[in-house]
């Protein structure tokens, strides 16, 4: 389909000092039919959080995507099936360790895209962002919250219903970019709006599409930033080639 990705999760300096395993996930897989992006954060107050995360990964990757070639409306349906049925396997996980499900608290932002359209599905604080040079613009930004680390779970009670979709043409869109809130400071020009820094996704484009641009490369960029949180970092980057 003509879509070079590269993406990595790496554990937060906070974490690091404090002997806290990553909590962050995050992966990718092109096919025939379509290209998926996903990362997730766990919950850092959750026992089990870290495997949330995993478990949505992977799920996203998996999840077998209905019919041919799919229209807007149907990805759109498709999109919330996809996070209900992750939410339900994460709850069988719980059920089988014998744990509660909001041990295994994970946000999560999903990426679909097939020749036609690009589709987003967002749980929680996680940033999406989607253009092409000099347009790069902010895909359903989280709503500010009355406190800081507040945000909405997979597991939660009502998670299916704050899901944040969105369907875009994909003949518009060069690069589509997803990433967990550890990188905000970093990446957003504004925090209240989320919209995003501008001079940092050319930057990153240009990089994905270079020969040399690896998993490694990114996960040794998420290694070296400075990005004041301490927190967790992923970052997954698809970009259009020639």
Same mark, same amino acid.
């Given at each position: 389909m003509g879509w070079k990705i590269i993406g990595g999760s790496v554990t937060g300096k906070a974490h690091i000092t404090a002997g806290i395993i990553c909590q962050d996930s995050s992966g990718w897989r092109a096919a025939d039919r379509d290209v998926r992006l996903v990362v997730a954060d766990g919950a850092g107050s959750r026992l089990r959080s870290a495997e949330g995360a995993q478990v949505a990964v992977e799920y996203v990757l998996h999840w077998p995507l209905p019919g041919a070639s799919?229209? %807007?409306a149907s990805l759109e349906a498709a999109l919330?099936?996809?996070?209900?049925d992750t939410r339900d396997a994460i709850k069988e996980l719980a059920t089988g360790q014998g744990y509660n499900a909001r041990e295994y608290a994970t946000t999560i932002a999903a990426? &679909? &895209?097939?020749?036609? =359209?690009?589709?987003?599905?967002?749980?929680?604080?996680?940033? @999406?962002?989607?253009?092409?040079?000099?347009?790069?613009?902010? &895909?359903?930004? %989280?709503? @500010?919250?009355?406190y800081v680390n507040e945000t909405t779970f997979i597991?939660?009670?009502?998670?299916?219903?704050?899901?944040?979709?969105?369907?875009?043409?994909?003949?518009e869109i060069e690069a589509v970019i997803l990433s967990t809130d550890g990188l905000r400071f970093k990446i957003l020009e504004d925090l209240?709006?989320?919209?995003? =820094?501008?001079? =940092?996704?050319e930057d990153l484009?240009? /990089?994905?599409?270079?020969? /040399?641009?690896?998993?490694?490369?990114?996960?040794? =960029?998420?290694?070296?930033?400075?990005?004041?949180?301490?927190?967790?970092?992923?970052?997954?980057?698809?970009?259009?080639?020639?």
């Open positions: 799919p229209s %807007a919330r099936q996809m996070i209900g990426g &679909i &895209i097939t020749e036609e =359209f690009i589709a987003v599905a967002q749980v929680g604080d996680t940033i @999406a962002i989607a253009g092409s040079s000099g347009q790069y613009k902010a &895909i359903e930004p %989280a709503a @500010a919250t009355e597991t939660d009670d009502d998670a299916v219903l704050s899901i944040r979709l969105s369907i875009l043409p994909a003949i209240g709006s989320g919209a995003p =820094f501008v001079p =940092f996704f484009v240009g /990089h994905a599409r270079g020969a /040399h641009a690896t998993d490694e490369s990114i996960c040794q =960029f998420l290694s070296s930033v400075d990005d004041q949180s301490g927190d967790d970092k992923s970052l997954v980057v698809a970009v259009r080639m020639e």
